[in-house]
């Protein structure tokens, strides 16, 4: 890690936040530092572009579909399709 490119802070913050903060960064093999960093990150970038949610969405349709026919046999082959991208 570069150093010179981070400044050491203290950081008083509630423990039940603390806790909380800990259990996210363990949940994804993070350290607590590069949680907070991460979430503070976030929270610069504001909320998502629509079209990136609908893309993610489309995303998860196909995998659900390829994954139906292994949880109920009975499912059709195919799941049917998405409703069109609107304008």
Sequence with gaps: MNEDRYI?????????LHARLQQAADGVSH??????????EASFRGPP?????QAALYVLHDAL????????PAAEKKAPEPPPQGE
């Excluded at 350290?31 to 503070?40: D, F, G, V």
């Design 65 to 72: 579909a390829q994954t139906l026919p292994v949880f109920d």
């Design 8 to 16: 050491r802070i203290t950081l008083r913050i509630p423990r039940d």
């Design 49 to 53: 572009k629509l079209e990136d949610v």
């Design 31 to 40: 350290s607590m530092n590069a949680e907070i960093i991460a979430r503070i």
